[in-house]
């Protein structure tokens, strides 16, 4: 079966940095678009940052500059590198390949907080 394990969330002061990562089994992740969201408490989930096939990425503009999406296709698996976070960055974010999926997984937890 399709399924898609998001990790690698945590604690993090403002400033700092993580690296979120995302398992895909079932289902090659390579051959499609896919990308990260996220849902912080009392707000809508919401698309992050996307990329395609071919590697062309597209950021939401709150977080262009500061993450950076990548594929790692021998691995199934996609990232995201977040730098310079913010309080406002705290969500659960997931991966997936449409903002309005049926199928999603566990998500992963980032708070940004000092």
């Known amino acids: 079966q399709v399924q898609l394990v998001e990790s690698g969330g945590g604690l993090v002061q403002p400033g700092g940095s993580l690296r979120l990562s995302c398992a895909a089994s079932?289902?090659?992740?390579?051959?499609?678009?896919i990308g990260w969201f996220r849902q912080a408490p009392g707000k809508q989930r919401e698309v992050v940052a996307t990329i395609n096939s071919v590697n062309i990425t597209k950021y939401a503009e709150s977080v262009a500059g500061r993450f950076t999406i990548s594929r790692d296709n021998a691995k199934n698996t996609i990232y995201l590198l977040m730098n310079s976070l913010k309080p406002d960055d705290t969500a659960v974010y997931y991966c997936?390949?449409?903002?309005?999926?049926?199928?999603w997984g566990r998500g992963t937890q980032v708070t940004v907080s000092s």
């Open positions: 997936n390949w449409k903002l309005h999926s049926r199928i």
């Open positions: 079932g289902v090659s992740i390579s051959t499609t678009d």
